[in-house]
């Protein structure tokens, strides 16, 4: 179990700590100098069964408070110190109002410096205690009179913090590995030291892990927990973890988080529930604040979503926001934070994050409100069940497990639960529930019909036009697994490049026919770079007009393929073109219009045509001066026959 202290400055936080460990948790020359606590000490006592007791050793200086919210947010229990002789004292009160804003609700009262006052003053005290902590969080804790001094009451707040620590139940594994960076050193032989709470998941030695945001990756050389060698730490563990890597320690600060892989999506905003406690004056939208979150202390702005001020009125202060943040950090759903004012002076609100992705327009629809109260259940299912509804072109699922941090088996089971249809994309996965799936299968469907009806000569459509005819905003890789399962069943057919119902015919009369088969060899003679419509009436004699509209309609039937203006190639030219593009991707990794040119003949600009070609009918994709397959396998379907 992790504790940390809470109190006033000079109540005797770390002097207390040194009573109940033997620990001395101020490490700082200016600490020893001046007697005051300036940033984060630890210490660690061994238990009967074996296990430690952690401590995290508070500054209680008010201009200290971001130092004291680093090391508050991963605790499990709080220790809040107040001395006999000055009784209740501002940051008294300012500590227990952030226990409260960032949920902690198990703790105890160590009334210190009881040898310098009688036994009326410690009374007078504990019932100024007793109101101070109605209300909270930490209301009905125990109240531990005693000297760190003498030893007096000391064994016996030693006692509860034992019995508290074998009802605590650890904190769970589940998700991905995060820590909260709030140091960072170095040791001789062993080189970069990272240490902070672990929030969530598991980490073991040997295992690769990523400093964020700056990106930088690490691996974990070895480890301590709780003071302690040890193979591995998880959520809740104090953890100092060796690290090697590219990087040195400038390169690392307080602050950034150390996270598996999967977890590295840097954010400048988020959003999040806010309260703002009834103490505190209005809350107003767009105000300058600092963000204490994790370990690091951001400036930005709350952009406010429901209401246009936020206080103690009838919503008990609790509003939605836009988190708006001047650099980058890291976020997941469920992490705690605590605004404060421009000045650093004052608290102004308290929230949990809801989500680490938020749209960049449509923030204050009543549909985006209420995907947010959603996000306040704690099971994933609901929101997820909501955005699914609103999402025909499905949802992207790596990105909502990122923001709940699930890890995959915890995902996978989601999607199971939710009966999802999940299509791999790359790197993305994207979900569909059966009935968004069943409902696209027959807009696909009714595409066709519709098509087929109003240009019924036309061999069918080509598969991007195809896509943006179902739903423009579809994913390529879902649009691709609903054609190879309809194709599959039947319910569609391919012909060429082609898709088109079953039943579905084009027909060429027998005058285009007969006139086709007396200007085809004349494209034949140079199939790379065919005559333009404008060359063939010259060298048969046709009238051009004739020629371009015989050739459009052959491009409907398929035998013809309109590279260009005006610039029409036969349907085997097409096909062997493209197993020539193929080819130059795999010897490559790309195609590109010089070596198509020395590959066919002909000038630049005819190869450049070609690409262009390809690109818009989906066979390939351009990246500047490259055209890359977006099929590597380059299934057969693909290439026009």
Not at 503 to 531: G, I
């Amino acid at each position: 179990m992790l504790i940390g202290t809470a109190g006033h400055i000079d109540h005797g936080k770390t002097t207390l700590v040194k009573a109940l460990t033997g620990v001395d948790a101020d490490r700082l020359p200016e600490e020893k100098a001046r007697g005051i606590t300036v940033d984060l000490g630890y210490a660690y006592t061994p238990l009967p069964d074996g296990s430690v007791l952690g401590f995290v050793d508070v500054p209680g200086h008010e201009k200290l408070i971001h130092n004291m919210l680093a090391g508050a947010t991963g605790i499990d229990f709080v220790l809040l110190v107040v001395a006999a002789d000055d009784g209740l004292m501002p940051q008294t009160r300012e500590h227990l109002e952030l226990i409260d804003l960032l949920g902690l609700g198990k703790g105890a009262v160590a009334l210190t410096k009881c040898d310098r006052v009688d036994a009326a003053r410690i009374a007078e005290v504990q019932a100024e205690i007793a109101q101070l902590l109605a209300g909270t969080a930490l209301a009905d804790s125990p109240v531990f009179p005693l000297s760190a001094i003498s030893g007096e009451g000391v064994p016996a707040l030693r006692a509860h913090l034992e019995q508290a620590a074998t009802q605590h139940r650890a904190r769970s594994a589940a998700g991905r590995f995060r820590l909260a960076i709030d140091r960072c050193f170095t040791l001789g032989g062993i080189g970069t030291v990272v240490t902070g709470t672990a929030f969530a998941g598991k980490v073991g030695a040997g295992e690769t892990a990523i400093i964020s945001p700056p990106g930088l990756k690490a691996r974990v050389r070895s480890l301590h927990v709780q003071d302690r060698p040890a193979d591995s730490g998880q959520a809740g563990d104090r953890c100092a973890l060796a690290l090697t890597g590219d990087f040195e320690k400038k390169d690392v600060a307080r602050g950034m988080w150390l996270v598996a892989p999967a977890l590295h999506r840097p954010l400048t905003r988020f959003h999040a529930e806010i309260r703002v406690p009834a103490s505190r004056p209005t809350l107003k939208h767009w105000t300058a604040v600092h963000v204490h979150l994790g370990a690091e202390d951001i400036t930005g702005r709350v952009a406010l979503l429901d209401c246009a001020e936020v206080g103690a009125g009838a919503d008990g202060g609790i509003a939605l926001a836009e988190i708006l943040l001047d650099r980058e950090t890291l976020a997941v759903r469920g992490d705690r934070f605590i605004l404060r004012d421009a000045g650093a002076q004052h608290t102004v609100a308290g929230g949990r994050v809801l989500d680490g992705n938020p749209p960049t327009r449509y923030k204050r629809t009543p549909e985006r409100l209420a995907l947010l109260a959603a996000m306040r259940d704690d099971d994933p299912a609901i929101a997820l069940g909501l955005m699914l509804e609103r999402a025909p072109a499905g949802i992207d699922l790596l990105r909502f497990a990122a923001n709940w941090n699930l890890d995959d088996d915890t995902a996978a089971a989601l999607w199971a639960r939710l009966q999802l249809r999940v299509i791999a994309a790359g790197e993305e996965r994207i979900g569909f529930p059966a009935a968004a799936w069943d409902a696209l299968r027959q807009r696909l469907l009714d595409a066709l019909a519709r098509e087929h009806e109003r240009t019924p000569d036309m061999p069918g459509v080509e598969r991007e036009r195809l896509r943006r005819m179902t739903l423009a905003t579809l994913p390529r890789a879902a649009f691709d697994a609903l054609v190879a399962e309809l194709l599959a069943a039947g319910a569609i057919a391919q012909s060429r490049a082609w898709l088109h119902l079953p039943e579905h015919r084009a027909s060429v009369s027998n005058a285009d026919r007969d006139l086709f088969a007396v200007l085809k060899p004349l494209l034949d003679a140079a199939p790379y770079n065919p005559p333009r419509v404008r060359d063939v009436f010259r060298a048969s004699g046709t009238a051009e007009d004739v020629v371009r509209q015989l050739f459009r309609r052959q491009a409907r039937a398929g035998e013809l393929y309109p590279v260009a203006h005006d610039h029409y190639f036969s349907a085997t030219a097409v096909a062997e073109l493209a197993l020539i593009v193929a080819e130059l991707n795999a010897a490559h990794g790309a195609a590109r219009a010089a070596e198509l040119r020395d590959r066919i003949g002909g000038g630049r600009k005819v190869a450049i045509h070609i690409l262009e070609f390809f690109d818009r009918v989906g066979y390939t994709r351009r990246v500047r001066d490259d055209h890359v397959l977006r099929h590597r396998d380059t299934p057969a379907e693909w290439l026009p026959q």
